[in-house]
């Protein structure tokens, strides 16, 4: 059935009334530029449809009453005028922390009753938190004539993670499921919040496999990368990585530790490659899309650390059918999670059948394989 009459239903069963809208923001995946965005770099994501779907009726007191149907329709309810961290139900935080950010803008919204559902593979690097932020962001946007733009929505929903939540993730998420757009990725500069649009070639396939790696101690060592991107930003006296050339980072690198030499290694060269990418994408090449794939994957691997030997064995048997034709690499924060490839729609079954053949052998594993499509960004109808 289709979402939205799906959504509606639930809805109608629930609160015996009609939904005033629905709301949907997707999921993404990025295609170049990993935690480079918390470095005030460059990120290449599109988003995907896979999302979050948020049917809602304005209330005109201050309660926010949500059910979570994918959660055996869990019902929590707050008052916008008392909202603090839930620490038994941790799936509400990512509501009440953007609302709470949210009023501080606009300080007189009321509540609404809600019904939630999402099929973003959670934990896999596609972004569902951002887009249950996003959608609700949306949907109070929406019931109360907020002026809220895709790229206040997205700072919003950094800060509820960043403050509330207690991630301390960048902004490519929340923006590119705010303003993603069909058929293309996102060239989005994390510094000025500027961003094009690069058209993703009609012949091209977008496909996601998730490793089904349980992603362990992704938090801690998220942040410890941050740090450590902080730490030679700070050897330099700049604000962030992105002002730091490449030759400035090879001249010092007796000064600094091997490890934050590597780390800041991967950062500044990703930076370059996502800048390439956008042109290897507005011209179609793909033997230079390819490369800089591969090359980013192998400095996740080698500088960063943060890929996982499964991971990358899905790269290698991927990479061996693609050749030149198409690219593959890790997609996401790391330490498990997906891999993304663009790859020729005719070479998406030979591709299905090699990681279907090889990689539950090797691994023990059985991977999920995703033909995507790419989606505009937040809406509501
Ligand atoms: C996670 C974060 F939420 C993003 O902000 C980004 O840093 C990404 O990891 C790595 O590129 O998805």
């Avoid at 909202?83 to 709470?100: E, F, H, M, Q, R």
């Avoid at 060269?269 to 994408?281: D, F, G, W």
């Avoid at 790391?334 to 090699?354: D, N, R, S, W, Y």
Wanted: charged share 20%; aromatic share 8%; with cysteine.
């Amino acid at each position: 059935m289709d979402r939205k009459i799906w959504i509606t239903k639930a809805f109608t069963q629930h609160f015996t009334s009609t939904p005033d809208i629905i709301c949907h923001a997707p999921g993404r995946v990025n295609l170049i530029g990993e935690h480079t965005d918390y470095n005030a770099g460059f990120v290449l994501p599109a988003a995907i449809n896979f999302g979050t779907d948020i049917a809602a009726k304005k209330r005109t007191d201050n309660i926010v009453r949500i059910v979570a149907v994918d959660l055996d329709s869990e019902v929590i309810d707050f008052n916008l005028e008392e909202i603090s961290y839930n620490p038994d139900s941790i799936w509400i935080n990512y509501v009440a922390g953007t609302l709470k950010i949210l009023r501080e803008v606009f300080p007189h919204f009321t509540g609404a009753e809600l019904v939630v559902s999402g099929n973003v593979p959670q934990g896999t690097g596609l972004s569902s938190s951002a887009s249950f932020e996003i959608a609700v962001l949306k949907t109070f946007a929406q019931l109360h004539h907020l002026a809220l733009d895709g790229v206040k929505a997205a700072l919003i929903g950094q800060q509820a993670e960043n403050t509330f939540v207690g991630c301390n993730c960048g902004i490519m998420d929340q923006l590119v499921s705010a303003l993603g757009k069909q058929s293309h990725a996102m060239l989005l500069d994390c510094q000025s919040l500027r961003y094009q649009y690069a058209n993703i070639p009609d012949n091209l396939a977008l496909i996601i496999v998730n490793s089904n790696v349980k992603r362990g101690l992704v938090d801690s060592e998220y942040n410890t990368r941050r740090e450590q991107c902080e730490q030679v930003a700070k050897y330099f006296n700049k604000p962030t990585l992105r002002a730091v050339s490449l030759a400035d980072l090879q001249a010092n690198q007796a000064e600094l530790s091997p490890v934050l030499f590597r780390r800041a290694m991967h950062v500044i060269t990703e930076n370059i490659r996502t800048e390439k990418a956008l042109q290897a994408l507005n011209n179609n090449d793909m033997k230079m899309m390819s490369k800089l794939m591969q090359d980013s994957h192998l400095s996740m691997k080698n500088d960063f650390q943060i890929t996982t030997t499964e991971i990358d064995y899905l790269v290698e048997i991927v990479a061996q059918e693609l050749g030149e034709y198409g690219g593959v690499r890790m997609t996401g924060g790391g330490f498990g999670g997906c891999v993304v490839a663009l790859a020729p729609h005719k070479m998406t079954q030979q591709i299905t059948e090699k990681i279907t053949r090889c990689y539950k052998d090797k691994t023990g594993l059985t991977a999920d394989i995703f033909v995507c499509s790419t989606t505009n960004g937040a809406f509501y109808e």
